[in-house]
């Protein structure tokens, strides 16, 4: 619930610091996002390569790129909603979605320069937190109280997809908070209660796997070893080797909650609230926990081209240190 969260917190600052267009926040998030003086110093809530590009997404509609591995950012020059986005993908140079409050779903078809809308429903605020697209066609994106959406025409049309109920559930209303793949083409979704969905046919059905523990998972990411790890609320973190079947608790040597989690070039990185961040280096079993100084909100994380992590947060673009 991290995402919705700080999103939400933000909506609140943003209205009480200065003064919304006539008309509803339903009506003001669909319009134009406007055009901000510090883009890369506003909320930034989600990160991802467009090639040898950076596209990172967040508050008000705001789209920041970066052509030089994070040193300068610009603004998209075009996006068709101010919904908060909170989350972004591509599956090559050009080609991205980006997704967020009230159901948007904006895309892109050159590199991130420009957004047009692909969805939005502005009868009711039900958030979409995650998206993933296998190919240029076929794509999930997941949301509140179990909304799960897909396409496999790149975004034209977008169904609902029954989710199933959970173990002793009456209904399926687990937030859905971030869906990844493995290598095998295997689709896993970050659940509440400690539940992970998985799918090996694309999406089209899911079962819950049970990692043994109670908490939010916020975060999730497939290692090059085989690994599938996860993270979320006060430090929690489990680990599959065999693809979901089983898990097991890792101690990662904090209780901050952990925000995301990334595959680096020899092991894992993960950041987390309270300036939360931490490695574990291949081959270990042990963790290097380090705290900034701020305590800032990190969001998210990415490796850039020299291997050091870029750190995105409530206060946008961060040096690491």
Same mark, same amino acid.
């Given at each position: ?16 610091? %200065? ?26 809530? /989600? ?7 950076? *596209? ?10 970066? /052509? /030089?591995?994070?040193?300068? %950012? ?16 591509? &599956?090559?140079?050009?080609?991205? %979605? ?15 320069? &420009? ?10 605020? !039900? ?31 977008? &169904?609902?997809?029954? *989710?199933?109920?959970?173990? #002793? ?7 859905? =908070?971030?869906?990844?793949? /493995? ?9 509440? !209660? ?11 059905? %899911?079962? =819950?796997?049970?990692?043994? #523990? ?18 979320? +609320?006060?430090?929690?973190? =489990? !680990? ?5 079947? &089983? ?13 995301? +989690? ?26 290097? *926990? ?32």
């Amino acid at each position: 619930m991290i995402k919705m969260l700080v999103a939400c917190a933000a909506l609140c600052v943003s209205a009480a610091v %200065w003064a919304l267009p006539p008309g509803t926040v339903a009506n003001w998030a669909a319009k134009p996002a406007h055009a901000w003086p510090a883009p890369a110093h506003m909320m930034l809530m /989600d990160a991802a390569r467009a090639g040898s590009r950076i *596209v990172a997404v967040g508050e008000h509609g705001v789209i920041v790129i970066s /052509d /030089d591995e994070g040193k300068t %950012w610009r603004q998209a020059k075009g996006v068709a909603a101010s919904a908060t986005l909170s989350a972004v993908t591509f &599956t090559d140079a050009q080609h991205g %979605w980006a997704v967020g409050q009230w159901g948007v779903i904006l895309a892109t078809a050159d590199g991130g320069e &420009t957004w047009q809308k692909q969805r939005m429903d502005l009868s009711v605020d !039900q958030p979409l937190f995650s998206v993933l697209f296998t190919s240029q066609r076929d794509g999930v994106a997941v949301g509140l109280w179990s909304l799960m959406l897909a396409t496999h025409d790149g975004g034209k049309t977008w &169904t609902k997809v029954t *989710v199933p109920k959970p173990p #002793g559930g009456t209904r399926a209303d687990r937030n859905l =908070y971030h869906i990844f793949a /493995d290598r095998k083409g295997a689709l896993y979704i970050d659940s509440e !209660q400690g539940m992970v969905l998985k799918s090996t046919d694309g999406g089209a059905n %899911w079962s =819950y796997q049970a990692t043994g #523990g109670k908490g939010t998972l916020w975060t999730g990411v497939a290692l090059p070893d085989g690994r599938i790890v996860v993270g979320g +609320l006060l430090g929690s973190l =489990y !680990q599959s080797s065999d693809g979901g079947a &089983t898990w097991a608790a890792l101690n990662a040597g904090t209780k901050s909650s952990i925000t995301d +989690l990334v595959a680096t070039r020899n092991g894992l990185m993960g950041v987390g609230l309270d300036g939360l961040m931490f490695r574990q280096r291949e081959g270990s079993t042990s963790f290097e *926990v380090h705290q900034r100084d701020d305590r800032a909100t990190l969001t998210a994380a990415l490796i850039d081209g020299a291997g050091k992590p870029l750190l995105f947060s409530q206060d946008g673009v961060l040096t690491a240190r």
